[in-house]
Every structure is written in structure tokens, then in C-alpha cells.
């Protein structure tokens, strides 16, 4: 898959299902999103959960198998803080993270179309107007390079994956029967 119309292609058609399964498990309603920040309603987290675990698993199946070259990015705490931060205060006003305002746009929500999408505009301007002050400052604090869990940990793949993954079904089973 070198050609790059084919991964647009193969993009697209992965963030329709996406958006898709994001509006079938009802996170693009600002009430379940709120209500998951209230601890009422753990939908959102049940789904997060189901993501995390079908992801890894399959990520790491798929470079197990040689289909795939994972190329994780190079990270650092200061990105990781500056980026909670933009992402915490967007959910904070608005009640979504942006696969969900995408959603809940494509209901015909207004509040995602008025608010969310300028939001996501602003705020993307926002940082990359300040991205030249914070570059070579706050955003390379605490740098790891592209450390993942397997690597911090001198464990291979399968090790870390497969009992991470029972964890989370675990979790999620437990979730399920307590009607949480």
C-alpha cells in the first residue's frame, strides 16, 4: 500500500466507520458525554476500553505478522501536559473531543457545528501561532523519545499485550454485570 490516493482512500473509509461506530454507541450526545464526567453514565469509558484493547490487539498482530511497521512518535511530558491541557479545556466548555464533535456534526447537532468546529479552528490556530515560543521550550521538557510500555519495560509485544488486553475485558465484564 505505497500509493498515497490509496491510504487517503483506506483513511476515509476507516474514519466513516469510525464516526459511524462513534454514533451507533451514542458518544456523539453531549448528555452521555456529560454524564460519563459526572460518573453517571460509563458508556464512554466502556467504549474507550473496547477501542484501546481491538486496537493494541490488532496493531500488534498485524506488525507480528510483518503487515505493518509501527513507527510510534517521539513524545515528551511537556507535550503530553500542553496537549491535555488544549483537549481538557475544549471538553470542559464544550462537552466533546474532536472524533466526537465530528460525529455529532454529522447528526446535525448545533452546538458542535456552531461552537465545536470554530473551537477546533481556534484553538488549532491557537497553538500554532504559539507553537514557535513553546518549540524549543515547554514542549521538549521530560523527552522520552518513542518509548512504548513494551520497550519501557524490556518486555516483547505478546508479553505486555495479551495480559493487558484480559485486564481490560476483565474490566469491561466487571463494568457490564454491575450495571455500571
Keep these: 500500500m505505497k500509493s498515497k490516493a ?3 482512500i483506506l483513511g476515509l473509509i476507516f474514519g466513516i466507520i469510525f464516526g459511524f461506530l462513534l454514533q451507533k454507541g451514542g458518544v456523539t450526545k453531549y448528555d452521555v458525554i ?3 464526567l459526572l ?3 460509563f458508556t464512554v469509558v466502556k467504549i474507550m476500553l473496547s477501542a484501546v484493547v481491538t486496537g493494541m490487539a490488532g496493531l500488534f498482530a498485524m506488525q507480528g505478522l510483518g503487515w505493518i511497521r509501527l513507527r510510534p512518535k517521539s513524545g515528551s511530558w511537556g507535550r503530553n501536559a500542553i496537549g491535555g491541557l488544549i483537549f481538557g479545556m475544549g471538553f470542559a466548555l464544550l462537552g466533546y473531543c474532536p472524533g466526537t464533535i465530528a460525529g455529532a456534526m454529522g447528526n446535525g447537532y448545533l452546538d458542535a457545528i456552531v461552537a465545536g468546529l ?3 479552528i ?3 490556530w491557537l497553538f500554532a501561532a504559539a507553537y514557535p515560543l513553546l518549540k524549543d521550550g515547554i514542549l521538549n521538557k521530560g523527552y ?3 518509548l512504548t510500555i513494551p520497550r519501557m519495560l524490556k518486555l516483547n509485544n505478546v508479553t505486555v499485550v495479551i495480559p493487558l488486553a484480559i485486564l ?3 474490566l469491561l465484564y466487571v463494568m457490564e454485570r454491575a450495571g455500571v
Design 39 to 41: 460518573f453517571v453514565d
Design 122 to 124: 481556534i484553538g488549532s
Design 168 to 170: 481490560i475485558i476483565a
Design 34 to 36: 456529560i454524564n460519563q
Design 6 to 8: 490509496m491510504k487517503l
Design 118 to 120: 470554530p473551537g477546533i
Design 144 to 146: 522520552f523519545g518513542d
